[in-house]
């Protein structure tokens, strides 16, 4: 994100509020940090595994724990930042109908599948 305002305007009726923006920022950031942290860990239970040392696969234990955390906390930002972006976009896009999928309050659009005759 380059800090152009206009990278945000066109989505509902107006622009992104800038605070939106960076605590989208952060969190984008805390995800990036977790994954880049994963391949760490990833990398280092390759090595114990191929190693096949005693001690290294039972340290391994650990560390796939710490992986599966990670994951589990990434899955938890992402559905932080899905919630905050259906608000903001409920926010900004009050009273537009010009849209063709209507965002509902639970975060789902309104669109309806079309089935073949």
């Avoid at 923006?21 to 940090?33: A, D, M, P």
């Avoid at 599966?68 to 900004?92: C, E, H, P, Q, W």
Wanted: avoid cysteine; hydrophobic fraction near 30%.
């Amino acid at each position: 994100m380059d800090g152009d305002s206009d990278t945000y305007s066109g989505l509902g009726t107006g622009e992104i509020d800038s605070k939106v923006v960076q605590t989208f920022q952060k969190s984008f950031v805390q995800v990036q940090n977790i994954l880049d942290q994963n391949r760490l860990l990833i990398n280092e239970i390759n090595q114990n595994h191929e190693s096949k040392i005693p001690h290294n696969l039972t340290r391994n234990v650990g560390l796939i724990r710490e992986l599966n955390n990670n994951i589990r906390r990434v899955v938890d930002l992402y559905g932080d930042l899905s919630s905050s972006f259906t608000k903001s976009m409920d926010a900004t896009s009050e009273g537009d109908s010009s849209s063709g999928a209507a965002m509902k309050s639970d975060g789902k659009t309104g669109h309806k599948r079309n089935r073949p005759a």
